[in-house]
C-alpha cells in the first residue's frame, strides 16, 4: 500500500477504505495534542481512527466503517483537543459515490435526464385521455389546482435545455467539440 495523502479525501466510494496523514504544527501529538475525525450523514456517523506517527497524525476509515455509508453528501468534521481546549481543524462536505461492489443496478441518468423523463411522462399522462384532465377543483372551502398542459411543456423545454448543456459540458471535459462535425476526405 502507498503513503496516505496528506489531504483529507474529497469524495468518498462507499465500502472503500480511505487513509490519509495530517500534520498540525500548532497542535503536535508531543505537546499533549490529540485529533479526531467524525463523518456524519443522514441517519449515522463514523468515528475515524487516528494513530500518531512522528509529528503526524494518520486518519484512516476502514471499508467496515463506510460500507453503509448511503451516496449522497456526508459531512467530514476534524478537531484537535487538549485538556479542557477543543479547536476545529477541518469541516467540510464530502460527496458519498455508491457502493458499487454491492451494487445490483445502475442509473447512469442525471438529475436532469431524470426530471425531463419524467415531465414527459407526466405530460404524456395528462393528455392520455384526451386532455380532459380536471385543472382545478374546490371540495368544501378547500382547493386543489394542477400543472397545465402548457405548463408541463414549458418546464420539458426548460428540462431540454438544461440536458443540452450538461451533453456540451460532458463533451468538452471530453476534449471533443461539441456542436462541431469533423470529417475527413481522402
Known amino acids: 500500500m502507498s503513503d496516505p495523502a496528506y489531504t483529507e479525501p474529497v469524495t468518498l466510494r462507499a465500502g472503500d477504505s480511505v487513509t490519509w496523514r495530517t500534520a498540525l504544527p500548532e497542535h503536535r501529538p508531543a505537546d499533549g495534542w490529540s485529533l479526531a475525525y467524525r463523518l456524519l450523514w443522514s441517519g ?40 479542557a481546549d477543543r479547536l476545529t481543524v477541518h469541516d467540510s462536505v464530502l460527496p458519498v459515490l455508491p457502493n458499487l461492489a454491492t451494487a445490483t443496478t445502475y442509473d447512469s441518468r442525471t438529475q436532469a435526464q431524470k426530471a425531463l423523463e419524467d415531465a414527459r411522462a407526466a405530460l404524456a399522462a395528462y ?15 378547500r382547493s386543489m389546482k394542477f400543472r397545465s398542459a402548457a405548463d408541463l411543456i414549458t418546464l420539458i423545454a426548460r428540462l431540454e435545455r438544461d440536458v443540452a448543456r450538461e451533453r456540451i459540458a460532458g463533451a468538452v471535459l471530453a476534449g471533443g467539440a461539441p456542436g462541431r462535425v469533423v470529417t475527413r476526405s481522402q
Not at 393528455?127 to 372551502?141: L, M
Open 127 to 141: 393528455t392520455a385521455d384526451g386532455g380532459a384532465t380536471v385543472e382545478s377543483y374546490t371540495i368544501a372551502g
Open 44 to 83: 449515522g456517523y463514523a468515528d475515524c481512527v487516528v494513530d500518531v506517527e512522528g509529528d503526524e497524525y494518520i486518519v484512516s476509515l476502514s471499508a467496515s466503517q463506510t460500507a453503509g455509508v448511503p451516496a449522497g453528501k456526508a459531512r467530514l468534521f476534524g478537531w484537535a483537543w487538549r485538556s
